[in-house]
């Protein structure tokens, strides 16, 4: 099949963000076209036209932000949220605070608000960060092999470490059914951040055989495995490069890359600034870098700063500084210092020696000019001088 339209949405809801991918001639409104706030906890994801056979979608959505998709029966529009044994509890993430070899017990209430019956696929998955900032899973299919594979789902459930498979749940018409599931923390789990999430994915009615859908919605589980809390993070890779203007009056920019990754062992997020001067200090410029808002343990992110308005003064050198920031509501006792490196590059006048040398062209060309003038009115005096001189020797 052509694919005619490939685009992925981001939502974020506190710290829980919806992802959508959709491939196939499926129209969405633009990423961004929802305003954020809570106010996105009472509305429901964009209903999708019918799908033609053969496409697919795929979609990851906050808990609390209901998702709805076309299928035989009619739209279906479902929720996965925290929960107590009763029912939603109005939270919207889990955060578990774990002992290496503690086993944690906690609920997810999937709530189908479509007025037909709808099954789903409950499984469990790693997190993670993609490229643009935005909290996700693993791809359906994928297998876990952090905290999402130390979560067992249904009463009875074992772990996907164990081999588990997805656990299909009724639920009936404008109803809510509460589903617990146990997190083992494995006794030589390291300690820190461990991101997972739990997905509610709906399976496709009898006779839906000619769509293929992986439509799911997911909420986040933020562990923290008891232990020593390492934040830290580096700053390399930092490599300046500087673009003359072509107006010689007119100053130019030193575009500045860097990585900054996340070396310890908690999610953090990042702040960067970047100055730079010429010799003596001369020209001193700053700016500060897109915000990192949050980066997993072990992450890295490439990001480029501009520097605009910088004079072309030789030798520019700077630092560029990643201040970390402790991400919503995470406790980090441990006092986290900001890290620097520098750069340093050429910035050769061209624009300017150009002007130069343009300048000492037309002052050469003008003295020459003049010395041709010169030289040429000298011979025509010197002529007359010497056609005088013939006239008093004839007379």
């Known amino acids: 099949m052509t694919s005619r339209l490939s685009r992925a949405t981001h939502l974020l809801v506190s710290t829980a963000v919806a992802a959508v991918v959709v491939t196939g001639a499926v129209a969405l409104p633009a990423a961004g076209a929802t305003p954020a706030g809570p106010a996105l906890s009472t509305l429901p994801a964009t209903a999708l036209p019918a799908v033609p056979a053969g496409s697919t979608l795929s979609a990851l959505a906050a808990a609390s932000l209901p998702s709805t998709t076309d299928d035989a029966?009619?739209?279906?529009?479902?929720?996965v949220e925290p929960a107590t044994a009763d029912g939603p509890d109005g939270r919207v993430s889990h955060r578990i605070d774990a002992e290496p070899g503690q086993t944690v017990a906690d609920h997810v209430a999937v709530t189908n608000f479509s007025a037909h019956p709808a099954t789903f696929?409950?499984?469990a998955s790693d997190g993670l960060v993609t490229a643009d900032g935005q909290f996700d899973l693993l791809p359906a299919g994928t297998t876990p092999t952090d905290s999402g594979a130390w979560v067992a789902i249904g009463e009875g459930g074992v772990?996907?470490?164990?081999?588990?498979?997805?656990?299909?749940?009724?639920v009936g018409p404008e109803a809510t059914v509460t589903v617990p599931f146990t997190l083992t923390v494995p006794a030589d789990a390291s300690p820190g951040d461990h991101p997972a999430g739990i997905v509610a994915a709906l399976v496709p009615a009898a006779g839906e055989q000619q769509v293929s859908f992986d439509a799911r919605v997911g909420v986040r589980l933020h562990l923290r495995v008891a232990g020593d809390v390492v934040p830290t993070l580096s700053v390399t890779d930092v490599q300046a490069t500087y673009a003359s203007s072509w107006n010689p009056f007119a100053a130019g920019a030193v575009e500045v890359d860097y990585t900054v990754t996340n070396e310890g062992n908690v999610r953090?997020?990042?702040g960067t600034a970047v100055e730079a001067s010429g010799p003596f200090g001369w020209g001193e410029a700053s700016a500060e870098g897109t915000p990192q808002r949050e980066l997993l343990p072990g992450q890295s992110a490439t990001?480029?700063?501009?520097?605009?308005?910088?004079?072309?003064?030789?030798?520019?050198s700077g630092d560029v500084t990643v201040i970390p920031v402790v991400v919503g509501d995470d406790v980090v006792e441990v006092e986290v210092q900001q890290v620097s490196a520098g750069w340093s590059t050429w910035a050769v006048p061209w624009a300017q020696l150009a002007l130069l040398a343009l300048a000492i062209t037309l002052v050469l060309l003008a003295r020459r000019s003049r010395r041709r003038r010169e030289a040429a009115t000298q011979r025509r005096i010197d002529?007359?001088?010497?056609a005088r001189e013939r006239e008093t020797v004839d007379a």
């Open 121 to 123: 696929e409950l499984y």
């Open 268 to 270: 953090l997020g990042a």
């Open 303 to 316: 990001s480029t700063v501009v520097l605009d308005g910088t004079w072309p003064l030789g030798r520019m």
């Open 383 to 386: 002529a007359a001088v010497a």
């Open 159 to 170: 772990p996907a470490a164990e081999g588990s498979t997805p656990l299909r749940v009724e």
């Open 73 to 79: 029966a009619g739209s279906t529009t479902w929720t």
